[in-house]
């Protein structure tokens, strides 16, 4: 769906920085944020015409260090709608996975938090022995899942990783553990159907993607036997810098039934079509988007209202000391849209999200894994 589209399926919102695009906006400007795309909008980039119908950024920038000290913010998540009222977390909250503990260890990180807005975070979620990866996801039911893939001194991993299952109140209730399914679980998206979900998630050490298919009911959280890899053969390997390099970032399309697979060794995007049924190993996929000039190990992945993909580098593949931790959109055939760095340190980009605030506002979030803050822009309604 180009951007003009998304201005009518979204009413008067658009883009990931804030801006909004009057709904009334001539073609022209239509066009020119088709050509420029979300990220281009917030860099001001676009001409001068489209510039007088966008509205100034709103943007609010939070710390993620909760009370323990975790820091270096991974995973990304927005609270949907139909959360049981007496869960902890309310809808449009806004949640982070912590990969580092207080010293700084990676594969230590044991909290999951609750951003405040220009305030300390509060703590949803607290653990032990764990490394909380990107893999983070809240579903309608309340429940919470994340990945854990740990280490014993920020080194060594721990295998095989788990995926937790943490309910509405922030209490651990089961942790799935399979060698073949879950073996590093790095990233995931889910479908959530409710009383019946499927969770694909990226394997960061067997360079797999499996699809775990769920059940929920008043007995808890269940992993039903059609569970199965639905895809493989990704590099991965370890890395003194980024400790793993792996497939990682995943971002589904429901009305095309593709999942797209961010693989940060091959520094490319795949995509798996078929992914919601799939009985078998489907290989990488069909790549999409492979760019050595705007791609440095693109890392958490999701999908744009206005259909386009964006994508996190974390500069552990193919760094560019000129264009450091930058957030890359493209178009799901594999045109480069648009780039905005998050920090002038390389390394700082990880997790990022699209979701909906308590007043069912559009709004996209991403971190900053070296200031250990996130910040939320919000897709503002024009009053006019």
């Known amino acids: 769906m180009e951007a003009s589209r998304a201005i009518s399926a979204f009413g008067s919102y658009t883009g990931v920085d804030g801006l909004v695009i009057r709904a009334r906006a001539s073609r022209c400007v239509r066009r020119a944020v088709c050509r420029a795309g979300l990220l281009a909008l ?3 980039t676009v001409g001068a015409e489209a510039q007088e119908a966008i509205l100034p950024p709103q943007s609010v920038t939070s710390s993620t260090v909760p009370a323990n000290g975790d820091v270096n913010p991974y995973g990304m998540a927005f609270v949907p709608t139909g959360v049981p009222s007496w869960s902890t977390l309310k ?8 990969f580092n503990a ?16 220009n305030s300390d975070p509060v703590t949803f979620f607290q653990g032990h022995n764990l490394g909380l990866t990107t893999a983070l996801a809240v579903l309608r039911s309340g429940f919470v899942l994340v990945g854990n893939v740990p280490t014993t001194d920020g080194k060594h991993v721990v295998a095989p990783g788990s995926l937790l299952v943490i309910n509405p109140q922030g209490g651990l209730v089961k942790e799935l553990k399979d060698p073949n399914l879950l073996d590093g679980p790095w990233d995931l998206t889910v479908i959530d159907g409710g009383r019946f979900v499927r969770v694909f998630v990226s394997d960061v050490l067997n360079g797999k993607v499996a699809r775990i298919d769920l059940a929920i009911g008043e007995d808890g959280v269940q992993m039903l036997p059609g569970s199965t890899i639905i895809a493989s053969g990704y590099v991965h390997r370890t890395d003194p810098a980024a400790l793993v390099v792996g497939p ?4 589904y399309d429901p009305s095309h039934d593709v999942l797209y697979v961010a693989s940060t060794g091959d520094n490319a995007v795949f995509a798996i079509y078929g992914a919601a049924a799939a009985k078998h190993d ?5 790549m999409i988007y492979q760019d050595n000039k705007h791609l440095h ?9 206005n259909g386009h993909l964006v994508t996190a580098n974390g500069d552990a593949v193919n760094p560019d000391p000129e ?3 930058e957030l890359v959109e493209f178009t799901v055939d594999g045109q480069f849209v648009a780039q905005m760095s998050v920090d002038a340190a390389p390394g700082s980009a990880f997790g990022l999200a ?10 996209f979030t991403a971190v900053d894994d070296n200031t250990n803050t996130a910040t939320v822009w919000t897709l503002r309604e024009d009053s006019q």
Do not use: C, E, M
């Not at 190990?297 to 209202?305: F, I, T």
């Not at 699209?354 to 709004?363: A, I, N, P, T, W």
């Open 42 to 44: 917030s860099l001001g």
């Open 91 to 98: 809808p449009g909250d806004v949640v982070v996975s912590n």
């Open 102 to 117: 207080k010293l700084n260890l990676q594969g230590t990180g044991t909290t999951i938090v609750k951003l405040v807005s």
């Open 248 to 251: 990682t970032g995943l971002a």
């Open 282 to 286: 489907g290989g990488i996929g069909r």
């Open 297 to 305: 190990g693109p890392l958490a992945l999701a999908l744009a209202p």
């Open 323 to 325: 264009h450091p931790s």
């Open 354 to 363: 699209f979701g909906l605030d308590s007043k069912r506002r559009l709004q």
